[in-house]
């Protein structure tokens, strides 16, 4: 178990400009989240893929925002026109798949996130 | 929609002494519950979570939970605080028969340990 993989750790940008961030999750997990986490607050649901299907979205997930995880494996998340509320960490997470009829009861591990500040 | 409040912002115990977190949730029925820990530049650690049966649950670093249906809460204790503990703590609550997997997070409580 070599754990959730985030990359790049840090990222610096100027506003306006697009930015990409990557997520290898655990390898038998097939269930992959997205998380945005201010300073001083706790994380927020962006996103979740099962396997290659992203099957839930937040709205605050803007139109600015899109995610794919194309082969079912690891997912990028790119901001397009970056916005000095952008700024955050960026927290990537996977879980397995639940036992036969349970829904959402396996926990989800995290990465270390990527931190994106916009200058 | 569910929520989570955690009352105290920033809690300073002594090494040695003991530790309750508090973590209420709003939900209408049972949720899952969770809490996670998470260092300063890292991600969260999940110290432990409740799905259903006994309301006392163990965790990593000697931490435990009590799930308390009639109070909506899930406070974290710790007999014995360790400098190590210091750190950010999260209740975070998912919803449970309703096919959404995303967690809701409280605001975090941050725990300073002094010698």
């Known amino acids: 178990d070599t754990g959730v993989s985030q990359n790049p750790r840090h990222k610096i940008t100027k506003r306006g400009q697009n930015v990409t961030f990557r997520c290898d999750p655990i390898s038998e997990h097939n269930r992959l989240y997205w998380y945005r986490q201010t300073l001083g607050q706790g994380p927020e649901f962006l996103t979740y893929f099962q396997n290659e299907a992203q099957l839930e979205k937040s709205r605050l997930l803007s139109d600015r925002f899109s995610a794919e995880r194309p082969k079912g494996s690891f997912s990028t998340l790119e901001i397009q026109r970056t916005e000095q509320g952008d700024s955050a960490m960026y927290l990537c997470?996977?879980?397995?798949?639940?036992?036969?009829?349970?829904?959402?009861?396996?926990?989800?591990?995290f990465g270390d996130g990527t931190r994106l500040s916009i200058l | 929609a569910q929520s989570v409040t955690q009352p105290d912002i920033h809690i300073t115990v002594s090494e040695g002494a003991s530790l309750e977190l508090r973590c209420n949730y709003s939900?209408?029925?049972?949720?899952?519950l969770f809490w996670y820990v998470q260092s300063p530049g890292q991600g969260l650690q999940l110290l432990l979570k409740y799905f259903s049966g006994d309301t006392l649950v163990q965790g990593i670093k000697g931490f435990e939970a009590e799930f308390k249906r009639s109070q909506s809460s899930f406070n974290l204790r710790k007999p014995s605080v360790h400098w190590s503990d210091a750190a950010e703590y999260f209740c975070?609550?998912?919803?449970?028969?309703?096919?959404?997997?995303?967690?809701?997070f409280g605001s975090g409580t941050r725990l300073q340990v002094q010698p």
């Open positions: 939900y209408g029925a049972t949720p899952y």
């Open positions: 997470a996977s879980s397995p798949n639940g036992a036969q009829g349970a829904v959402s009861n396996q926990p989800q591990h």
């Open positions: 975070a609550v998912g919803a449970r028969g309703t096919g959404r997997r995303a967690l809701t």
